[in-house]
Nanobody
């Protein structure tokens, strides 16, 4: 599976970014796609996931600091999944990854086989 993350960069606190996960060679609609963040804590923490049927789940128990600020969505025509991030703060700094998985979302990164290269998000105070 080939897919590429984009949209990261440097932003001031309070700003917004939209990350993209664009697939090629396969139809992303057939997969659940999750976004993870590798921040100051050592593990990749799950943020949100969009299922193949288009429903979404926010992993607020794992990343409660993102509650209400991050939104996952899908554009089937562009074969892309997005993560809209608003009101960013320095704690959101990290490397963000998208990961497709056949059918079902799961919060554990160990259950995902395919990973993007990751994209850096840096939020300055």
């Amino acid at each position: 599976l080939q897919f590429v993350e984009s949209g990261g960069g440097l932003v001031q606190a309070g700003g917004s970014l939209r990350l993209s996960c664009e697939a090629s060679g396969f139809t992303l609609d057939n997969y659940a796609v999750a976004w993870f963040r590798h921040g100051p804590r050592e593990e990749r923490e799950p943020l949100s996931c969009i299922r193949a049927d288009g429903t979404t789940i926010d992993y607020e128990d794992y990343a409660d600091l993102v509650k209400g600020r991050f939104t996952i969505s899908r554009d089937s025509a562009k074969n892309t999944v997005y993560l809209q991030m608003n009101n960013l703060n320095p704690l959101d700094t990290g490397i963000y990854y998208c990961a497709p998985r056949f059918k079902f979302c799961t919060p554990s990164p160990a259950n995902y086989v395919y990973w993007g290269q990751g994209i850096q998000v840096t939020v300055s105070s």
